[in-house]
Antibody
Framework: EVQLLESGGGLVQPGGSLRLSCAASGFDFSTYAMSWVRQSPGKGLEWVSSLSGRDNSASYADSVKGRFTISRDNSKSTLYLHMSNLRAEDTAVYYC????????????WGQGTLVTVSS | DIQMTQSPSTLSASVGDRVTITCRASQSISRWLAWYQQKPGKAPKLLIY???TLESGVPSRFSGSGSGTEFTLTISDLQPDDFATYYCQQYDTYSRRTFGQGTKVEIK
């Protein structure tokens, strides 16, 4: 059974940094591209970043480019999102999501971790 | 970025109804469209991809259609478990994937 478990969310001041983690199990983690998708309170979904399975090719939404860094440790089946220079508008539930091979969609999602940026 | 517009924003329906949600893209995305269901406090769940392909395990009362800029999600014979918010997502460009704003299906 595919499981994705996010951690690392919390309250951070504007301009601060935070690292999210997503522990994966139930599939060959190194084979699949993984993504972060966020959802602001009461709002819709926004794709944030993706990282390919083997060649470490990363993509970012314009809203986070230059501030967020996605990475993965295939030996630990773990995905990370390092967020810096955080803004109030980054406040959201951050979901880790798996992409099926060859399709740019999200077939499994974690339960999400809440990041609140506030002074 | 390609903008995705869903209508209606909220839909009131009864168990057994047939409901249709529309998703319009600001430019052609061929059939690169997926639909998700989200319940309060839960993560989204993939229902349909490639506009009309049902994800494994999803009930056949869900169906999708469309191409280019206009797409629909239809739920025939609405069940109590189907009251949720539905999102479309375009994946025409890998680094520019976007979602619609959501359609809430509520009990009439």
């Amino acid at each position: 059974e595919v499981q994705l478990l996010e951690s690392g969310g919390g309250l951070v001041q504007p301009g601060g940094s935070l690292r999210l983690s997503c522990a994966a199990s139930g599939f060959d983690f190194s084979t699949y591209a993984m993504s972060w998708v966020r959802q602001s309170p009461g709002k819709g979904l926004e794709w944030v970043s993706s990282l390919s399975g083997r060649d470490n090719s990363a993509s970012y939404a314009d809203s986070v480019k230059g501030r967020f860094t996605i990475s993965r440790d295939n030996s630990k089946s773990t995905l990370y999102l390092h967020m810096s220079n955080l803004r109030a508008e980054d406040t959201a539930v951050y979901y880790c999501a798996k992409e099926p091979l060859g399709r740019w969609i999200f077939d499994y999602w974690g339960q999400g971790t809440l990041v609140t940026v506030s002074s | 970025d390609i903008q995705m517009t869903q209508s209606p924003s909220t839909l009131s329906a009864s168990v057994g109804d047939r409901v249709t949600i529309t998703c319009r893209a600001s430019q052609s995305i061929s059939r690169w469209l997926a639909w998700y269901q989200q319940k309060p406090g839960k993560a989204p769940k993939l229902l349909i991809y490639r506009a009309s392909t049902l994800e494994s395990g999803v009930p056949s009362r869900f169906s999708g259609s469309g191409s280019g800029t206009e797409f629909t999600l239809t739920i025939s014979d609405l069940q109590p478990d189907d009251f949720a918010t539905y999102y479309c997502q375009q994946y025409d460009t890998y680094s520019r994937r976007t979602f619609g704003q959501g359609t809430k299906v509520e009990i009439k």
